[in-house]
T-cell receptor, first 113, second 118 residues
Framework: GENVEQHPSTLSVQEGDSAVIKCTYS??????FPWYKQELGKGPQLIID?????GEKKDQRIAVTLNKTAKHFSLHITETQPEDSAVYFC????????????FGSGTQLTVLP | NAGVTQTPKFQVLKTGQSMTLQCAQD?????MYWYRQDPGMGLRLIYY???????DKGEVPNGYNVSRLNKREFSLRLESAAPSQTSVYFC?????????????????FGPGTRLTVL
């Protein structure tokens, strides 16, 4: 089955700096890669996703890049703000009837004011 | 539109007790999922239901059973709780979207149930 590894497990940045979180996956059939943000005491919330037919996607201060050859994808947050502090999860999925997501272990991002 | 709702929010059980976690979604999604979240381990899939009337095991199904009661509701049952089942449980639902011939998965999560087994 799919295996997703996520690094780093914790990340601290100064407000205004950029943050990068990286994930690798093992199943070359995976073609959908979402990123979730989880605030304390809440469920994960989708913030951005990318399909395998594109290499990069951007939404305001958030961007995701995908390298299918190397089987890795990354989340980039620019101009970080204190409200970006949360746990971020990457995930991978292949199309088909099951459509299961396999999650990385999470990154605790802290933005220092 | 409440999205995905879960009850209860918190529960404390003694070893050997049973309980059912309830989940409902109002987005007319076909697929529903149960995950558990443990520190440092991300979310692990317990069971899922690709469509009404079907259920399948995920990565960590032992000690759990599920029921897809109808399209809206998907429950998770612990028949004989064990301390190893202390965790935060999340329900999710998914509606598929198609783009350029592919079918993709966008999952929406509930607020979670924090379960402690003593």
């Amino acid at each position: 089955g799919e295996n997703v590894e996520q690094h780093p497990s914790t990340l601290s940045v100064q407000e205004g700096d950029s943050a990068v979180i990286k994930c690798t996956y093992s199943d070359s059939a995976s073609n959908y890669f979402p990123w979730y943000k989880q605030e304390l005491g809440k469920g994960p919330q989708l913030i951005i996703d990318i399909r395998s037919n594109v290499g990069e996607k951007k939404d305001q201060r958030i961007a995701v890049t995908l390298n299918k050859t190397a089987k890795h994808f990354s989340l980039h947050i620019t101009e970080t703000q204190p409200e970006d502090s949360a746990v971020y999860f990457c995930a991978a999925s292949s199309s088909g009837s099951a459509r299961q997501l396999t999650f990385g272990s999470g990154t605790q991002l802290t933005v220092l004011p | 539109n409440a999205g995905v709702t879960q009850t209860p929010k918190f529960q404390v059980l003694k070893t050997g007790q049973s309980m059912t976690l309830q989940c409902a979604q109002d987005m007319n999604h076909n697929s529903m999922y149960w995950y558990r979240q443990d520190p440092g381990m991300g979310l692990r899939l317990i069971y899922y239901s690709a469509s009404e009337g079907t259920t399948d095991k995920g990565e960590v199904p032992n000690g759990y059973n599920v029921s897809r009661l109808n399209k809206r509701e998907f429950s998770l049952r612990l028949e004989s709780a064990a301390p190893s089942q202390t965790s935060v449980y999340f329900c999710a639902s998914s509606g598929s979207s198609s783009l350029q011939g592919g079918t993709y998965n966008e999952q929406f999560f509930g607020p979670g149930t924090r379960l402690t087994v003593l």
